[in-house]
């Protein structure tokens, strides 16, 4: 192991440990500051050596290959929090980071879709599948998607004693291992028992076979994770869109995500309320969500406002 990779370790270590981040967060991390580390070494310098000037043409260097803006505000964000560490932890005597900022990320505005395609998507989820159990499972995915507007990370790994006795409210593990509880419509609960009353059977049966215990999650595989994996319900997602008839690449987990919370808003919630039911630690990154309320009080003034009325 290289100087570089022990201080990134330690970095890791300290960050899961203090910030109880997620092993995706982490791994995104590692990706990044691995990524800086070999630019540094194919240029004769090293994370103990590089200075601000260093920094700032690794920040150059990214544009010029053409990476997102939001993948260049990322990965210069895991830098400066990789400095600050090795400062505070007296692996440097400065912190070479300090002022420098990374590139104002775009604030575009999130796909969506309309309720009518939901509800297109919701139909086709019932009838996909090659069998009655698949059908369920589908149809389950996507109604407690819709009405929790879970991360797709929550969804999949959704423990079944989450659901178990047809609870109102479901608790729900989020980034950084936060818990929050929401709300479970009609429609979710019915997908739930109606998913339950075939997943259970196959467990046991499984369980019997095998001699190990039935999976303990909503949405089981027979993969290393134990659940459905985050890829193959994105593809899922896009076969379902195939069968609804609406265009497969505007619609993604996250666009269901998206839909949840501007449906809520589109029909009176506040932003604080979303927030907590996204599981934003932000309400900025909840603000993104305003283009809805931007366009409803415009309706409202066009369609109540006595100067705006018709004679």
Same mark, same amino acid.
């Given at each position: 192991?290289?100087?570089?990779?022990r201080?990134?370790?330690?970095?890791?270590?300290?960050?899961?440990?203090?910030?109880?981040?997620?092993?995706?967060?982490? &791994?995104?991390?590692?990706?990044?500051?691995?990524?800086?580390?070999?630019?540094? *070494?194919?240029?004769?310098?090293?994370?103990? !050596?590089?200075?601000?000037?260093?920094?700032?043409?690794?920040?150059?260097a990214?544009?010029?290959?053409?990476?997102?803006?939001?993948?260049?505000?990322?990965?210069?964000?895991?830098?400066?929090?990789?400095? @600050?560490?090795?400062? $505070?932890?007296? &692996?440097? $005597?400065d912190?070479? !980071?300090?002022?420098?900022?990374? =590139?104002? @990320?775009?604030?575009?505005?999130?796909?969506?879709?309309? +309720?009518a395609? /939901?509800?297109?998507?919701?139909?086709?989820?019932?009838?996909?599948?090659?069998?009655?159990?698949?059908?369920?499972?589908?149809?389950?995915? &996507?109604?407690?998607?819709y009405?929790t507007?879970?991360?797709?990370?929550?969804? /999949?790994?959704?423990?079944?004693?989450?659901?178990?006795?047809?609870?109102?409210?479901?608790?729900?593990?989020?980034?950084?291992? #936060?818990?929050?509880? +929401?709300?479970? !419509?009609?429609?979710?609960?019915?997908?739930?028992?109606?998913?339950?009353?075939?997943? $259970? =059977?196959?467990?046991?049966?499984?369980?019997?076979?095998?001699?190990r =215990?039935a !999976?303990?999650?909503?949405?089981?595989?027979?993969? #290393?994770?134990?659940?459905?994996?985050?890829?193959?319900?994105?593809?899922?997602?896009?076969?379902?869109? +195939? @069968?609804?008839?609406?265009?497969?690449?505007?619609v993604t987990?996250? %666009?269901?995500?998206?839909?949840?919370?501007?449906h809520?808003?589109?029909g009176?919630?506040?932003?604080?309320?979303i927030? %907590?039911?996204?599981?934003?630690?932000?309400?900025?990154? *909840?603000?993104?969500?305003?283009? /809805?309320?931007?366009?409803?009080?415009?309706?409202?003034v066009?369609?109540?406002?006595?100067?705006? @009325?018709?004679?």
């Amino acid at each position: 192991m290289t100087g570089g990779d022990r201080w990134i370790s330690a970095f890791l270590d300290a960050h899961a440990a203090e910030m109880n981040a997620a092993r995706n967060t982490q &791994l995104a991390y590692g990706r990044d500051l691995q990524d800086f580390d070999g630019w540094l *070494t194919g240029r004769g310098s090293s994370l103990a !050596s590089a200075d601000r000037e260093t920094i700032e043409a690794y920040a150059i260097a990214l544009e010029a290959q053409g990476l997102a803006v939001a993948t260049r505000a990322r990965r210069l964000s895991s830098i400066r929090q990789f400095y @600050r560490f090795a400062h $505070d932890e007296g &692996l440097r $005597d400065d912190n070479p !980071s300090l002022r420098i900022k990374g =590139p104002g @990320r775009e604030r575009r505005l999130p796909k969506t879709l309309r +309720v009518a395609e /939901v509800d297109r998507l919701l139909d086709a989820a019932r009838a996909h599948g090659r069998s009655h159990a698949e059908r369920m499972r589908n149809s389950c995915l &996507l109604q407690v998607l819709y009405a929790t507007g879970m991360r797709v990370s929550e969804l /999949v790994s959704l423990p079944d004693s989450a659901v178990r006795g047809n609870p109102d409210m479901v608790l729900i593990r989020g980034k950084g291992d #936060k818990e929050r509880m +929401v709300p479970l !419509s009609s429609a979710a609960r019915d997908a739930i028992a109606d998913w339950l009353s075939v997943r $259970d =059977p196959e467990e046991e049966r499984k369980a019997r076979a095998t001699g190990r =215990p039935a !999976s303990r999650f909503l949405f089981p595989s027979r993969g #290393k994770s134990g659940h459905l994996t985050r890829v193959r319900f994105f593809l899922l997602v896009k076969e379902i869109a +195939v @069968r609804a008839g609406i265009p497969p690449d505007s619609v993604t987990p996250h %666009t269901l995500r998206h839909a949840f919370a501007s449906h809520l808003l589109a029909g009176g919630a506040d932003l604080r309320s979303i927030q %907590t039911l996204l599981g934003h630690t932000d309400i900025s990154t *909840t603000e993104i969500y305003t283009h /809805v309320l931007d366009e409803r009080l415009k309706s409202l003034v066009l369609e109540r406002h006595p100067l705006a @009325r018709e004679d």
